[in-house]
């Protein structure tokens, strides 16, 4: 009943920058939250970024500074903008959006996942 879209990584040089897309369509009333998690090999995905419908953000503290997230309300879509990329953020992101649908109904929806490497 909703669908999301990501877009966005790549391989890219250390200290170089990434901006993620995460466009979300569908039965929407409205969207509460968007979030954005990474889950490198081996490790647990993590949350990385969230904000919420007022705007208010969250970050994890590996990237404060670094990594800003935004929302479009008119198109549901979320952005991560990444710069001074280290190699320790190598990971597949991951888009989380809490949405209200149409029927009243509160659920969490992800993308597909999308591979971020930071290489030389």
């Known amino acids: 009943q909703v669908q999301l879209v990501e877009s966005g990584g790549g391989l890219v040089q250390p200290g170089g920058s990434l901006r993620l897309s995460c466009a979300a369509s569908?039965?929407?009333?409205?969207?509460?939250?968007m979030c954005w998690y990474r889950q490198a090999p081996g490790k647990e995905r993590q949350l990385v970024a969230r904000i919420i419908k007022a705007g208010n953000t969250y970050y994890a503290d590996s990237v404060t500074g670094r990594f800003t997230i935004s929302r479009d309300n008119a198109k549901n879509t979320v952005y991560l903008q990444m710069n001074s990329l280290k190699p320790e953020d190598t990971a597949v992101y991951y888009c989380?959006?809490?949405?209200?649908?149409?029927?009243?109904?509160?659920?969490?929806?992800w993308g597909q996942g999308t591979q971020v490497t930071v290489s030389s």
């Open positions: 989380k959006q809490v949405v209200l649908t149409t029927g009243y109904y509160e659920y969490d929806f």
């Open positions: 569908g039965r929407i009333f409205s969207i509460n939250a």
